[in-house]
């Protein structure tokens, strides 16, 4: 797993030398405590990287889920990998993973039995399943939000922090760098 880390790793992600090397290093511990966490009860792994286009309404969306095992009464979880500390359950946005698991039961027919938000830097899993009335609302809430987007109103919220990291700062006029 490290080999293929070490010749995956992309430099030009990072800003500085010092950055890049610090997030390598960091890459490589949660890589060497994930190993130790799975090594004597590795998942049966059946998709890695599993592109989808789901339609949701008039509109369709396309995702990548990071993982997906199958487990023993064939049925499957979804796994989405972060870095960082985990979060509660409370606090987790659960709307990529709804996405997820709509995908998996409306584009490849997989009945989901769990959903998880697995965290590197501590290997703890925050895992839940959405309901059908969660399924609903996210539903409602993409629709909405692209049709939003389709109205053009694209007014611009400036900040320094913001503006550092817009795909647009080079033409916009509203831009704070």
Same mark, same amino acid.
């Given at each position: 797993?490290?080999? $293929?880390?070490?010749?995956?790793? $992309?430099?030009?992600? !990072? +800003? *500085?030398?010092?950055? @890049?090397?610090?997030? #390598?290093? #960091?890459?490589?511990?949660?890589?060497?405590?994930?190993? /130790?966490? $799975? #090594?004597?009860?590795?998942?049966? %792994?059946? /998709?890695?990287?599993?592109?989808?286009?789901?339609? %949701?309404?008039?509109?369709? &969306?396309?995702?990548?889920?990071? #993982?997906?095992?199958?487990?023993?009464?064939?049925?499957?979880?979804?796994?989405?990998?972060? *870095?960082?500390? =985990?979060?509660?359950?409370?606090?987790?946005?659960?709307? @990529?993973?709804? &996405?997820? @698991?709509?995908? =998996? %039961?409306?584009?490849?027919?997989?009945?989901?039995?769990?959903?998880?938000?697995?965290?590197?830097?501590?290997?703890?899993? %925050?895992?839940?399943?959405?309901?059908?009335?969660?399924?609903?609302?996210?539903?409602?809430? $993409?629709?909405?939000?692209?049709?939003?987007?389709?109205?053009?109103?694209? *007014?611009? *919220?400036?900040?320094?922090?913001?503006?550092? !990291?817009?795909?647009?700062? +080079?033409?916009?006029?509203?831009?704070? &760098?």
């Amino acid at each position: 797993m490290l080999k $293929i880390y070490k010749e995956s790793w $992309i430099d030009d992600w !990072y +800003e *500085t030398k010092w950055r @890049q090397e610090e997030y #390598r290093a #960091r890459g490589e511990k949660s890589l060497k405590k994930f190993y /130790e966490v $799975i #090594r004597n009860e590795p998942p049966d %792994v059946m /998709e890695l990287e599993k592109g989808f286009n789901l339609k %949701v309404g008039e509109y369709t &969306i396309r995702g990548v889920i990071d #993982r997906v095992d199958k487990l023993a009464d064939g049925r499957v979880a979804i796994v989405d990998y972060k *870095t960082g500390e =985990a979060k509660s359950e409370e606090k987790v946005d659960k709307d @990529q993973l709804l &996405i997820y @698991q709509m995908a =998996a %039961v409306e584009v490849f027919g997989w009945e989901v039995a769990r959903l998880a938000y697995y965290y590197l830097d501590n290997n703890q899993a %925050v895992i839940f399943l959405g309901d059908s009335n969660e399924l609903d609302k996210i539903k409602k809430k $993409i629709t909405n939000l692209i049709d939003g987007i389709m109205t053009y109103d694209f *007014t611009a *919220t400036p900040s320094q922090h913001i503006c550092r !990291y817009c795909d647009f700062k +080079e033409i916009c006029e509203s831009r704070e &760098i």
